[in-house]
């Protein structure tokens, strides 16, 4: 016992405290299924997070985050990975279009190489070390080696043993891929990424594990899990994972390469046979993930030093194929509501997602011209919307367009009703932001007062073509000079059942 608690003091000391834990998001694998790029970065600004996980190099994501600072993760998608493992020429290419092209400007602190690879691609594993090691290469020959780290994503499932953790070890068949990989991580001053899911280890433990140990609740002395080897006490599965990869590299030799958690979270809604995919427990794991991280507490086996964590993910993705869980990890809906209030009391101002006070509903950027003009039609006539101020000469009649006076009636209307859930959708045309769209002299509803940055500058921007007003039957009393009639509002409330 003697030996094994000086081996744990030994390890202990390997991994330094250097830096302070982070909590980033990951951004969906499908971008169609979200706000558009401009949108997603007001979202990340208003919810001051700093760490983005983006599953491609998306060229307009990448634009978009573009003098934000935020740092960001691209990732080599794995259907492109067997092309850059096996040609230098292919990675150099890669990071010259979707690197090189891309920084000062966007802040991209690291690459991804394929995703779950050993579990997913297996054919794939023998050229994943290449892949890295001719992506670092490239970045070697641009100067950023130093501030662009590679790596790749690795399941959890490939820690065998992984209670008590002091025992764990990767499955031996890897090690072909694991001792080099992990000796190129230790060269290169890397880390390890893994995924962790307490969710899955609980669903799979058949009644094993219980779910206050998996959502992070606090639990008696006597329930605690206890390392019989190390003595260590586990009060929490996220933990024990962590720890589980940080033996399992101790069992190569491997001391010193630090963890970064690149996937967690907890579903919001599930099937059947998923009962605890529940609103309340994703709010309880995510919210005490965040307090847990975020307080450098760091595990057991390495208490102080940082397990930074990439929340899965940003948005629900509801175009997603496969159960209702899989459609169902995000903190946001597309339309920028969240999917619940995190408690973070105390865990500062990082993912208070708590938007409901400072949101305002807009324009879906790319939405249907005459689908925005009955929805107009609707929030001015039936909505009783104050549309006034849309009338020419007044505030906020320019720009002249059915996209601009949609936005300051659907805005208008969803305040009215009090930033109620639903109240922001017309048929899917409308979407909620955290950016101010008041302009100039227009001040919104709901601004109090002060002006902000236009959510798109390019669909809210002053047009000399005043086209898009065509269609609807109320073109006049926003267009023109004629204000409301009783035969204008009769054609709105004719309308009204087939918009609703």
Not at 8 to 15: M, Q, T
Not at 160 to 188: E, G, I, K
Not at 274 to 279: F, H, K, R, S, V
């Amino acid at each position: 016992m003697a030996m094994i608690l000086l081996f744990f003091l030994l390890a202990v000391s390997a991994v330094s405290a250097d830096q302070d834990a982070f909590i980033g998001v990951n951004l969906g694998m499908d971008l169609s299924d979200m706000p558009n790029p401009t949108q997603v970065v007001a979202l990340l600004k208003a919810q001051n997070i700093r760490h983005l996980r983006l599953y491609d190099a998306d060229r307009a994501m990448l634009l978009a985050l573009a003098n934000t600072g935020i740092q960001v993760i691209v990732s080599v998608p794995n259907d492109q990975l067997l092309g850059i493992g096996q040609s230098n020429a292919t990675a150099a290419n890669w990071v010259a279009r979707n690197v090189v092209a891309h920084v000062p400007a966007t802040n991209i602190t690291g690459i991804a190489i394929g995703s779950d690879v050993l579990t997913t691609l297996p054919n794939a594993a023998p050229i994943l070390v290449s892949a890295l090691k001719f992506i670092h290469s490239a970045l070697l020959a641009s100067n950023l080696d130093r501030q662009i780290k590679v790596s790749t994503p690795h399941s959890s499932s490939i820690i065998l043993d992984s209670f008590p953790p002091s025992q764990a070890f990767f499955n031996r068949s890897w090690d072909p891929v694991m001792v080099p990989l992990l000796q190129f991580l230790q060269s290169t001053g890397s880390y390890l990424m893994l995924n962790v899911y307490p969710y899955y280890d609980y669903m799979q433990s058949n009644g094993v594990i219980p779910l206050d140990y998996a959502l992070f609740r606090p639990l008696p002395p006597t329930k605690e899990a206890v390392d019989a080897n190390t003595l260590l006490h586990y009060t929490n599965v996220f933990d024990a994972v962590v720890d589980a990869a940080y033996f399992a590299m101790s069992d190569l030799n491997f001391t010193n390469i630090r963890v970064v958690v690149t996937e967690s979270g907890w579903p919001s809604k599930g099937d059947a046979s998923e009962p605890d995919a529940t609103l309340d427990n994703a709010n309880t794991y995510n919210s005490n993930l965040i307090r847990h991280v975020l307080n450098n507490t760091g595990t057991p086996k390495h208490p102080g030093v940082p397990v930074s964590t990439y929340i899965y993910e940003l948005y629900n993705e509801d175009l997603r194929p496969g159960s209702v869980s899989e459609k169902n990890w995000g903190l946001f809906n597309s339309n920028g509501m969240p999917v619940y209030t995190l408690h973070l009391t105390g865990a500062g101002a990082v993912l208070a997602n708590d938007t409901t006070n400072q949101t305002f509903c807009v324009a879906r950027d790319g939405a249907d011209r005459r689908m925005l003009q009955a929805a107009l039609d609707w929030a001015c006539g039936p909505g009783k919307v104050d549309c006034s101020p849309l009338l020419q000469g007044q505030a906020c009649y320019q720009p002249d367009n059915v996209i601009a006076h949609s936005t300051y009636a659907f805005n208008a209307y969803y305040q009215k009703m009090a930033k109620s859930p639903g109240t922001c959708d017309f048929k899917g045309v409308a979407i909620i932001t955290t950016t101010n769209p008041s302009h100039g002299t227009c001040i919104f509803p709901g601004s109090n007062g002060s002006n902000g940055t236009l959510v798109n500058s390019t669909s809210l921007a002053p047009s000399s073509n005043s086209s898009d007003s065509a269609g609807g039957c109320l073109p006049k009393h926003l267009y023109g000079t004629i204000p409301y009639t009783s035969s204008t509002i009769l054609c709105v409330l004719l309308m009204t059942l087939a918009f609703l």
